[in-house]
């Protein structure tokens, strides 16, 4: 039996080498994930290891052993994916009648919640005297003041052009993915920012009527080139450890949602399809509000951190 366990193995590892074309690297893992299973059934079976014995309960057991010795949901995940496909080709060889992995659910990935800055860091930021008075000065001030006060994406906002500014509606129409458009206001302060911009970009540069963004000479300002704005310029904030666009996206749909805008006008302002992408923001305000109340002198007694 230990010999003929050790031989299927060789054989999925070739399977995953020659068919399905894995890296080095990748069938290690695989090899590496295997093995430690193994060495699981066998504290369970002693010390004997059978695929045809194995079921799903014995399965579960392995993942809450991994769970409780701290692995990360991701390592777990990439361990179970490992164990699905052995299975799989075991099943595929005829050596087992049925999957033991069939209905195993791993654990779902902890996903990260969106970075955000303070409206207060960001303000200090845009009020500040850290812009040029010259024509790159006042673009990037634009350019940081609509990512977020609209709350466009990079690709969106280098789409825009001077007719897609609309003084007198005070909006702006932006093109989103797949080619969905939809109109976003703005405030008074972005529109005096906007005019300025224009009148010292058609001073600096000549009017084009094309790209309401542009370089100095004349062509239309790229997605990296609005990255590498944005980051120089969020790299005046201290302890920012992300600076991107969409760190601004993310900025305005949490200012929004913490200042009591209704969730459904937020996933229209940011063009998204379905209120779960927007409500991701709603557990960043909730943990805001949950620092809030830890500062509150009754929060600090022992025992009585809110949410712990």
């Known amino acids: 039996m230990w010999m003929r366990r050790y031989m299927r193995v060789d ?23 295997l093995i430690q299973f193994e060495k699981f059934v066998k504290t369970h079976k002693e010390n004997v290891f059978d695929a045809k014995e194995v079921d799903s309960d014995l399965v579960r057991a ?51 919640l969106p970075y955000f800055v303070k409206d207060e860091e960001l303000e200090t930021l845009l009020d500040g005297d850290g812009f040029e008075d010259n024509f790159e000065g006042i673009r990037n001030r634009l350019i940081l003041e609509m990512l977020y006060d609209t709350g466009v994406r990079r690709s969106e906002l280098v789409g825009i052009t001077d007719k897609d500014v609309d003084f007198e509606a005070m909006q702006i129409k932006v093109t989103g993915k797949r080619n969905k458009q939809r109109l976003i206001p703005f405030g008074e302060r972005l529109r005096k920012l906007i ?68 969730l459904n006008a937020v996933k229209d302002l940011l063009g998204h399809s379905s209120l779960a992408s927007t409500s991701v923001y709603t557990h960043t305000t909730f943990e805001e509000l949950k620092k809030m109340y830890q500062a509150h002198p009754r929060a600090k007694k022992e025992g009585g951190y809110y949410g712990n």
């Open 195 to 262: 005019v300025v911009y224009m009148e010292t970009r058609d001073r600096t540069v000549g009017k084009n009527g094309g790209s309401l963004f542009v370089k100095r000479d004349g062509c239309p300002l790229s997605g990296w080139s609005v990255y590498d704005i944005v980051r120089k310029e969020l790299a005046e904030i201290p302890m920012l450890s992300k600076r991107s666009p969409h760190v601004l996206r993310h900025s305005f749909a949490t200012s929004m949602l913490n200042n009591g805008a209704e």
């Open 11 to 33: 054989d999925f590892i070739d399977y995953l080498r020659y068919e399905r074309n894995y890296s080095d690297r990748t069938i290690e893992a695989y090899r590496k994930d």
């Open 62 to 112: 392995w993942i809450v052993c991994l769970m409780e010795e701290k692995y990360s949901s991701v390592s777990v995940n990439r361990k179970v994916s490992s164990l699905k496909s052995y299975f799989k080709f075991l099943l595929k060889q005829k050596e087992i009648v049925s999957n033991p992995l069939r209905l195993i659910n791993a654990p779902k990935k902890k996903k990260p």
